[in-house]
């Protein structure tokens, strides 16, 4: 199948190139940054940005895939640094992905959507169904991408389909989210010996370890389509506290210290998110359900970072 990933070398996208090319897809890649060391033979790479259309649309125009996976955005705390180019990337970029779906006969469209479109007061766990009033512009235009989608699945029946993402944690490097914490304690106390946290240790909200991520994408993308009541799932895994992560951390790498400084803004980010997703409409339409806990994740993380940064 031929498949096209916008923001390909991204967290998620670095890491569904190659879970994809083990499948036996033919890949392409559109992104601002041009290919990475280690890219799977055959990917073309379209070098652009999302928000100008006429690259974006040439692209998908000269791939010709069937399946777009969109998921080039700026996310929560790089946004609050500079909305107007989230705006920009994440408003225009979905509309352009979604107008070059249209016009070049792509049959389905996944989202990366996000905890973030979430606002203060909701019940806990979260539902699907609730009224959404997020924070930050990079939940905003989250918002509006699902709602976006959904319009052209009725107007023009593209088969849009995305999950609301908790915290994703790879072996890889974050990129400029508010819930890179986690990651960071792995990254930087193997690295380092040590980490200072911006979130307090009580902080918590939804994780989930990537293996599970792209399972989820893959499991969502091939569900036929008269099983999916809906276009945007939540998708939950794991919950743990800051604190909770720090002694998975402990437990592995000898030695580690981890320390709290709150940063103030991304506290409150982090606070009026869910601490817990109610995923029950995924289990119930396509039968989701996460296989990592915080211990099995770390169990076989650990040893992946200890790679990507070499410190054995
Ligand atoms: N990980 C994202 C962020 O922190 C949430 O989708 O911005």
Redesign the pocket.
């Known amino acids: 199948m031929k498949i096209l990933i916008t923001g390909g070398a991204g967290q998620i996208g670095t890491d569904l190139l190659h879970h994809l090319h083990g499948k036996g897809a033919k890949l392409s890649v559109f992104d601002v940054a041009g290919p990475p060391e280690g890219l799977p033979p055959g990917v073309r790479w379209y070098r652009g940005s999302v928000d100008n259309p006429s690259e974006l649309l040439d692209a998908v125009k000269d791939a010709a895939p069937e399946v777009v996976y969109h998921f080039a955005a700026l ?3 790089t946004g609050e640094a500079a909305p107007h180019r989230a705006y920009a990337a994440n408003m225009d970029g979905t509309r352009n992905a979604l107008e070059a779906a249209r016009l070049f006969g792509v049959r389905q469209v996944m989202f990366a959507s ?3 479109v979430f606002g203060p007061g909701l019940p806990d766990p979260v539902p699907d169904d609730v009224p959404l009033q997020p924070s930050t512009i ?1 939940g905003v235009t989250k918002v509006a991408g699902e709602l976006l989608g959904g319009y052209y699945k009725r107007k023009w029946g593209l088969d849009f389909r995305g999950v609301r ?1 908790p ?2 944690i790879n072996a890889g490097v974050p990129g ?5 914490y986690a990651l960071w304690m792995y990254v930087e106390g193997i690295r380092n010996g040590k980490y200072e946290c911006y979130v307090g240790p009580e902080s918590t909200c939804p994780m989930m370890y990537m293996p599970d991520a792209l399972r989820a994408l893959v499991e969502l993308s091939e569900t036929p389509v008269s099983r999916l009541k809906r276009c945007i799932y939540n998708i939950a895994a794991i919950s743990p506290t800051a604190a909770e992560f720090a002694a998975a951390v402990k437990k592995r790498v000898r030695g580690v210290e981890i320390t709290y400084k709150v940063d103030p803004a991304r506290q409150a980010i982090l606070d009026s998110w869910p601490r817990r997703l109610d995923d029950s409409c995924a289990r119930a339409d396509w039968g989701w359900k996460a296989a990592y806990d915080l211990d099995r994740m770390s169990d076989d993380l650990v040893p992946k970072i200890r790679k990507m940064v070499g410190v054995f």
Not at 176 to 180: Q, R, S, V
């Open positions: 996310l929560s705390a996000t905890i973030a990079y993402f915290g994703l400029g989210g508010t819930t890179d």
